[in-house]
């Protein structure tokens, strides 16, 4: 069986691109039920589905509000090690009002900082965030999360 592409398919692969949609992220955690309680609770996230599956496997899946992708956090599920998972990231339209209502929640969040000339920085008077402001922070497990702003309607 060959596996060479002719220029022809490749044109015509092109023409009908194919979609591919993340709609879900695997998250490690240690506890599902305090991860729940962050994710939901803390962050604000949607509960959509919580179920035992079996005894080895339960399975929730969250979505942040406005999201097109969930995260799903379980038992039997990742080979991951709780808290092994870096640099996840949520956008936003003002990184100073989802930061300010983060950390109301209880979410351990970083200050506003901006990416400038490759090194971060605290925000100053003027700054264009979108695109280069961020905030941290992680989950109870370790698990870490950037809140970006990106303009509106991008």
């Given at each position: 069986?060959?596996?060479?592409?002719?220029?022809?398919?490749?044109?015509?692969?092109?023409?009908?691109?194919?979609?591919?949609?993340?709609?879900?992220?695997?998250?490690?955690?240690s506890?599902?039920?305090?991860?729940?309680?962050?994710?939901?609770?803390?962050?604000?996230?949607?509960?959509?589905?919580?179920?035992?599956?079996?005894?080895?496997?339960?399975?929730?899946?969250?979505?942040?509000?406005?999201?097109?992708?969930?995260?799903?956090?379980?038992?039997?599920?990742?080979?991951?090690?709780?808290?092994?998972?870096?640099?996840?990231?949520?956008?936003?339209?003002?990184?100073?009002?989802?930061?300010?209502?983060?950390?109301?929640?209880?979410?351990?969040?970083?200050?506003?900082?901006?990416?400038?000339?490759?090194s971060?920085?605290?925000?100053?008077?003027?700054?264009?965030?979108?695109?280069?402001?961020?905030?941290?922070?992680?989950?109870?497990?370790?698990?870490?999360?950037?809140?970006?702003?990106?303009?509106?309607?991008?």
């Amino acid at each position: 069986m060959s596996t060479d592409v002719t220029e022809e398919q490749v044109s015509s692969k092109e023409a009908k691109a194919m979609e591919l949609r993340l709609e879900v992220v695997v998250v490690p955690v240690s506890d599902v039920d305090r991860a729940k309680a962050f994710y939901t609770a803390k962050l604000g996230f949607n509960a959509d589905v919580d179920r035992q599956v079996s005894d080895e496997m339960r399975v929730v899946q969250l979505t942040p509000p406005g999201s097109a992708c969930s995260v799903t956090i379980g038992t039997g599920m990742a080979a991951m090690e709780p808290g092994s998972l870096k640099g996840l990231q949520l956008v936003v339209d003002d990184i100073q009002t989802a930061r300010a209502e983060l950390a109301e929640r209880g979410v351990d969040i970083s200050e506003v900082r901006v990416f400038d000339g490759g090194s971060q920085r605290a925000v100053r008077d003027g700054d264009d965030l979108d695109f280069a402001g961020f905030a941290f922070f992680s989950d109870p497990d370790g698990n870490s999360w950037a809140v970006q702003q990106m303009p509106a309607g991008r």
